[in-house]
């Protein structure tokens, strides 16, 4: 049998392995990307995208049933009820064009898609399974592991029947009376939001002492705030154990607590997917459980790279985007470098948090300045002032080391942040650039005016 | 700070010693891990050493075009490594082998003066950045720039860490690079074109031109060459091609290559004494059963012959695809030594730029090759009437100590009738 050749071979079609394949084309590459699901990976498929859906539908369903009762705006309106079913539905539209549409992209980009399962078999030689059992050798130049990762597992709660994992519960057709999530993390908060929203009796179990333990109180102070209200009941330092029965036995410190749950849904993290399917061969250097990647995102062997999920933390869509357009440009002989300065990261818990750069905590004896939604009209005029923004820069200088935000809507702030922080920006460069009235962008100015000692509105 | 030896590294193949084609640093510089070092070139690959430390290169092992034995040292460089790379050679007490020995008094006297290379620092930077006056960011700091400037710098080989920043918080501006831009280029040469102009470039011929040079002074040196040129009517030819590649489907583009190794290979069953090598020194002929047909190739460096190894057992698309990757492979640099020796004749094709004739210069120790001229479309006399025929001129030169002139026509003759009536080539006997 005679192995077809290519320049590159992309094993995985998620957000890392499709840009990858896309640039790749369009650079002029012979490429080939090997994906056994549906293009799009984690995110389009199972992730961001299917979450926001769930996320927005709940948002509006909230927002109805906030009409049924006493409101300021004067509103009079029935009870809502709501089809989740249809609402799935809508979802599943949302994925199948958005994957169709990645699908299409890959094609103008003359990228050859091998729908199969890819086995290494050594570095530049790759046998892939198809769905029809017929196997094909792959001989490339360049090899691109993409293989994202998947939801790590809680041994005394396998997944399987109500215990579900972020990829079950956003195919559920009914909302669960009683869900009990294990894991307060960013996808365990969003979920848990969304699911309170549409009516379910919501209770978070987190391990350490605080929700979203990678991030600061204050920025968590206005979610936590929130979740009360939505009825939420959280409860911090506390372990998972069994579930049966429909109850889920928790150790609360020393006391052992039974929560009535109709489903449990685990989310303590995602596992990098670089098992069973010929890696273990090559032998590459790893960075505690992630493939270790350099600056140019090359493995410890020659010709052999990895981007998106399996190079590690922050496991991030975007990354892995960057991260795959930077592959291909390093295989097409392009001059660059991982550069990057700001990762933007959004938590679309109720209110959303936006973390850019490097927080207080973090930053040592860097000036902060915040300012709160309170001071915003355009907050206020949405009936949402709760949060704010806060900057994080040196002294001296006023370079601008880290933005942070926490309120209503803030996610779409997150690009204004990013490029302050990749522009190399200081607190005069943000109070000196003039932001549309009203909008919420203006706490951004004024908590660079405020970090400048001239704040107006506070 | 810590002083340490980049080696030379082991490249395989049994190479013990290497080139020095390129420097990509000189002393003084700011290196960062895996920033390239040197080029180095083996038989016929050059092959990139990296920095193994980010730290100041201290000097240099060789100036180019020296060889250096693999396991030298290429360079040092001063870092602030904790000594336990394998490689580090610290200045540690006297160790025990002798290379351990030697190595730490070669580089105590350099050791000492350590607080003078870190304030001797500044000034290095500030001539990169062609004395901009303003103080460099303190060593380990990342360079603040917004992207476009990072990319511009890149694609220049700017190193941003030796630019001042002129910006707010000592933010480097497209102006600071500006600056490095103006002081890199020469002085501007805005005057007219009728300027006189002064100097001489001198160019090291070192590396793979070296080996071209050597191999071509040898072989006209000792071969008296004797070069034949005779025209070729390849009309019939070219229509057989033409009718080929119209139903070649999938299969590799039949180029004029494949033809002339099939000729080649039936002329040889008449003419053994052309797929031989003649081993001077020896005295010895070695006339060869196997064809391995090296075939010159024009690449970014520049002139390479890979080999077409075993062409008799080739069919016309075989060899056109093989020859193709080969061709590929060799202008990529990729070709293994393989593919790169071992050629029992060569053929020599410039394609369009085929000149009307040319004396080609035979690969020692081959004792033949066979140069292509362009095609082109000429009237000939029928007879009767001038009728355009498709015509090329094919220019082969003999070694002459151990080919006789009446061989070399005989044998041309041989190969103008196969090429004129392809079918000759085919069949199987035409006895």
């Known amino acids: 049998m005679t192995a077809r050749a290519c320049k590159v071979l992309i094993i995985g079609g998620g957000p890392g392995g499709y840009v990858a394949a896309i640039r ?124 994202g990762a998947r939801a790590q597992t809680i041994p005394t709660l396998p997944f399987g029947g109500d215990i579900l994992s972020s990829t079950e519960v956003l195919a559920l057709e009914t909302v669960p009376k009683r869900l009990c999530v294990v894991g307060g993390g960013y996808i365990g908060l969003e979920v848990g939001t969304a699911m309170a929203k549409l009516g379910a009796q919501v209770t978070i179990v987190e391990a350490a002492p605080q929700l979203l333990p990678l991030y600061d109180g204050d920025l ?212 000196a650039t003039i932001q549309a009235h009203p909008t919420q962008s203006e706490a951004v100015q004024e908590a660079a005016l405020k970090g400048l000692g001239m704040a107006l509105h506070i | 700070m810590t002083i340490s030896s980049i080696k030379v590294p082991d490249v395989g193949e049994g190479v013990a010693e290497v080139e020095i084609v390129v420097w990509h640093v000189k002393p003084g510089d700011l290196v960062r891990e895996d920033d390239l070092l040197a080029d180095v070139m083996t038989d016929k690959a050059t092959v990139e050493i990296p920095s193994l430390f980010a730290g100041t290169v201290v000097d240099l092992g060789g100036a180019v075009g020296e060889t250096l034995a693999v ?15 394998p490689e580090v050679r610290n200045a540690a007490p006297a160790g025990e082998s002798a290379e351990a020995a030697s190595e730490p008094s070669l580089v105590k006297p350099k050791q000492e003066p350590t607080p003078d290379i870190a304030s001797a620092e500044p000034p290095t930077v500030q ?28 694609r220049a080989g700017i190193d941003l860490r030796t630019v001042p920043g002129s910006g707010p918080a000592g933010r480097i501006t497209d102006a600071d690079l500006d600056a490095v831009f103006a002081a890199r280029s020469t002085p501007p040469s805005s005057a007219s074109t009728r300027q006189r102009k002064e100097g001489t470039e001198r ?48 299969r590799p583009k039949l180029t004029l290559l494949p033809f002339l190794a099939a000729a080649l290979k039936r002329a040889f069953i008449d003419h053994p004494e052309m ?33 077409l190894r075993n062409a008799e057992t080739y069919g016309l698309f075989g060899a056109a695809g093989e020859i193709a990757r080969l061709a590929d492979a060799a202008r990529q640099g ?16 410039l394609g369009p730029l085929g000149a009307l004739a040319t004396t080609p210069i035979i690969n020692h120790p081959e004792v033949a090759i066979l140069g292509v001229n362009r095609m082109a479309v000429r009237p000939m006399w029928d007879g009767t009437q001038f009728v355009p025929r498709r015509m090329m001129n094919i220019s082969a030169s003999f070694d002459h100590r151990v080919i006789d002139g009446w061989n070399a026509a005989t044998f041309i003759q041989r190969l103008r009738a196969l090429l004129q009536t392809p079918a000759l080539i085919f069949m199987e006997d035409e006895a």
């Open chain 2, 334 to 349: 990729k070709a293994t030594r393989e593919e790169l020796s071992g050629s029992t004749f060569t053929i020599t094709s």
């Open chain 1, 24 to 147: 790749a084309g369009q650079l002029g590459l012979d490429t080939v990307l090997v994906e056994e699901g549906a293009v799009g990976g984690t995110c389009l498929n199972v992730g961001c995208i299917p979450s926001k859906a769930l996320i927005h539908t709940a948002e509006v369903f909230s927002d109805a049933c906030a009409l049924a009762v006493d409101n300021p705006f004067g509103i009079t309106s029935a009870a809502p009820q709501i089809d989740l079913a249809r609402a799935v539905a809508w979802k599943d539209g949302i994925v199948s064009r958005l994957t169709g549409g990645v699908a299409t992209l890959l094609r103008k980009a003359r990228v050859n898609v091998l729908r199969g399962r890819a086995q290494i078999m050594d570095g530049k030689t790759v046998g892939v399974t198809a769905t029809d059992g017929t196997v094909e050798t792959l001989r490339c130049e360049n090899l691109v592991i993409a293989t």
């Open chain 2, 71 to 85: 396991g030298g040292v290429l360079c040092r460089i001063e870092h602030a490594g904790t000594g336990v790379e």
């Open chain 2, 127 to 154: 001539k990169t950045a062609a004395g901009i006056p303003s103080a460099p960011r303190p060593e380990g700091q990342t360079p603040l720039a917004s992207p476009a400037v990072r990319d511009r710098a890149r």
């Open chain 1, 220 to 431: 968590i102070k206005p979610v936590a705030r929130r979740l009360a209200a939505l009825n939420v009941q959280v409860l911090t330092e506390a372990r998972a154990q069994n579930y049966a029965n429909g109850q889920l036995e928790v150790m609360v410190g020393e006391t052992r607590e039974l929560i009535a749950a109709d489903k449990v849904l685990v989310t303590v993290g995602r596992v990098p997917h670089i098992h069973g399917f010929g890696l273990e061969t090559l032998g590459l250097d790893r960075n505690g459980r992630y493939l270790a990647v350099d600056q140019h995102c090359r493995t410890s062997m020659r010709g052999v790279y990895a981007v998106g999920d399996v190079t590690g933390e922050p496991m991030l869509a975007h990354r892995a985007m960057a991260q795959g357009d930077l592959v291909a440009r390093v295989i097409a002989g392009e001059p660059v470098v991982w550069d990057k300065r700001a990762m933007p990261a959004v938590c679309f818990t109720d209110p959303e948090i936006v973390v850019v750069g490097q927080l207080p905590t973090q930053a040592g004896n860097a000036g902060v300045a915040v300012f709160p939604f309170a001071g915003n009209g355009r907050a206020m005029t949405r009936d949402r002032d709760d949060g704010f923004v806060r900057i994080v820069f040196i002294r001296e200088s006023g370079l601008v080391l880290g933005i942070q935000a926490v309120g209503a809507g803030v996610s779409e702030m997150a690009g204004e942040f990013a490029l302050a922080l990749e522009m190399g920006a200081t607190l005069t460069d943000i109070a």
């Open chain 2, 203 to 250: 160019i090291p011929v070192i590396g793979l031109r070296r080996k071209i040079a050597d191999r071509m002074a040898l072989a006209n040196a000792r071969i008296p060459h004797i070069t034949v040129i005779e025209e070729v009517d390849v009309s019939a030819l070219e229509d057989l091609r033409a009718t080929m590649n119209d139903e070649r489907g999938e």
């Open chain 2, 275 to 307: 797929n031989a090598h003649f081993l001077d020194d020896e005295g010895i002929i070695e006339r060869h059963n196997a064809i391995h047909l090296g075939i010159a190739t024009m690449t970014p460096n520049g002139l390479i012959v890979p080999v």
